[in-house]
Each structure stands twice: as structure tokens, then as C-alpha cells.
């Protein structure tokens, strides 16, 4: 199977950048769970993130009941590793605490989208912070969207409040596989200096692209097809279109 590379030989690395390198997916994990140090010491890396205006709009739910994981699971995709990794957590943007802080002070909370837009952005950099950091001690992630599936369902599992926007999960725990590095454009088609290059640079980057994309799935044994083939059948029609109408109902401004 053909491992491949994520970074030219001639550029500099260091042990940081190796491990984020060194990311993929894992799907498969060993039994046991991850102690609760490691948690609190991922949790105080992911916290050193950049938090716009030290707002720190996100919180973190750890789902440990059983039945919770097992139900989640099953509304994700059915998704069994949400119940069987080592650590199932949902990322939320919380707009909750400036409600309370608001609230308290006799005041109206009142936003508009920009609150929401900066919850999910802080949310993910602290995500991303929390993710990398697990890795450092040997862990293995993987991102679960599919919680987006029935939002509503997510809330009335882990009983949110008004202002607990669940975004996606994360399952971590020690990994029982270890898959090929999914590989991506190259940065050139994502770099650029000044401007936007022209829609023909960038469908030649994508060509270029395509078949790195079909041979990685080859080498998987996975029915060959292009980036672009994927692209096009997940952005042809709308998915999970009852999201703004949950998020209004929790009382984020969209506006």
C-alpha cells in the first residue's frame, strides 16, 4: 500500500510539524479508555488556541454513559466507533456563559451572526489544539460530522441548554489500525500570493489532483474514482438542511 508523502523532503520539520504530518483518520481502537490526565492536559493545550477578543465562546461535552455513546452512534451514520473509542467528545460553540454574564447584569443579550460565526470558529480552533495534542501522546482522532445528522436528537441526549450549539464530535482512543495518509492537493493549489488565480490554474491544479486522488483509492482497494467525481455527487443537492432552524432554536442569531 502506497504511503503518501505530505510534505517535500527539502522543507523544514520539526517534531510539531511531524505530528501533525502524521495525521489520519482512525476508525479502528483499542479497548480501554484514555485517563483522565491526558484529557485534562489535551484539554489545556486545545484552551491555548487563539480566542477572539478572549471571548472563549466553545465548550466540550465527554460523553462517558454507554447509552448516550451507543445512541449517538447509531443517529451519526450508525458510526460503532462513537461507542467503542477510548473517548467520545462533542465540540459546541457556547454562547451560553455571555448569556448568563448578560443576563446578570440586567441587560438584553442581543448578536447577530457574527456571534455565531465566531463560536464556530474559536470552537474549531480549539478543536484542532485538542486534537493534535492527543495525538502527541499517541492517540489516535477522528472527527465525526455525522452527529449533524439529528441535531434535535444530540441536544435531548446530552440535554443542552440554550446557547450549547453542538457542532460535530470527536472520538480518540489508542489506535487498532493504521491506514494510509489520505493524500491532498498540493499546496500551490491553495497558497496563493495576492489574488485568486484563475478558474483555469485552479481546474488544473484539481486535474492534477484527480488522479492522485483515484490511485490512493486503487492502492486501498477501494473502487477507483476521482476527487472531482466525489466533489460533485456531495455538493449536487442540499444535506442536513434543518440546521439553521435547530441552531435559530437554540438561540443563535443567524441574521
Known amino acids: 500500500m502506497t504511503d503518501y508523502p505530505t510534505h517535500s523532503q527539502t522543507e523544514s520539520t520539526n517534531p510539531t510539524i511531524s505530528t501533525m504530518l502524521a495525521h489520519r483518520s482512525i476508525r479502528k481502537f483499542k479497548p480501554g479508555t484514555i485517563p483522565q490526565n491526558n484529557i485534562q492536559t489535551a484539554m489545556r493545550a486545545g484552551q491555548a488556541a487563539a480566542t477572539s477578543s478572549a471571548v472563549q465562546p466553545y465548550c466540550i461535552i465527554h460523553v462517558t454513559d454507554s447509552a448516550n455513546r451507543q445512541a449517538i452512534a447509531d443517529l451519526a451514520g450508525p458510526q460503532q466507533m462513537v461507542h467503542d473509542c477510548g473517548a467520545f467528545f462533542v465540540i ?6 455571555h448569556m448568563l454574564i448578560v443576563e446578570a447584569a440586567g441587560e438584553s443579550y442581543s448578536t447577530g451572526l457574527e456571534a455565531f460565526v465566531v463560536g464556530t470558529v474559536d470552537a474549531s480552533l480549539f478543536a484542532q489544539n485538542f486534537t493534535l495534542a492527543l495525538e502527541s501522546l499517541g492517540y489516535g482522532t477522528c472527527y465525526i460530522g455525522g452527529i449533524r445528522n439529528d441535531l434535535p ?18 472520538c480518540a482512543g489508542v489506535p487498532d489500525e493504521s491506514p494510509s495518509h489520505r493524500p491532498r492537493l ?7 500570493e495576492n489574488a485568486y488565480p484563475s478558474d483555469e490554474v485552479t481546474m488544473s491544479a484539481i486535474k492534477q489532483y484527480d488522479e492522485v486522488y483515484k490511485q490512493y483509492l486503487t492502492d486501498r482497494g477501494a473502487k477507483p474514482s ?28 443567524l441574521d
Open 153 to 170: 436528537q444530540v441536544n435531548e441526549i446530552l440535554n443542552l441548554p440554550t446557547g450549547v450549539l453542538p457542532l460535530y464530535g470527536l
Open 186 to 192: 498540493e499546496p500551490d493549489a491553495m497558497l496563493f
Open 92 to 97: 459546541c460553540a457556547d454562547l451560553r456563559k
Open 226 to 253: 476521482t476527487w472531482s467525481e466525489a466533489i460533485c455527487k456531495k455538493f449536487s443537492y442540499a444535506t442536513r438542511v434543518g440546521l439553521a432552524a435547530f441552531y435559530r432554536s437554540k438561540g443563535a442569531s
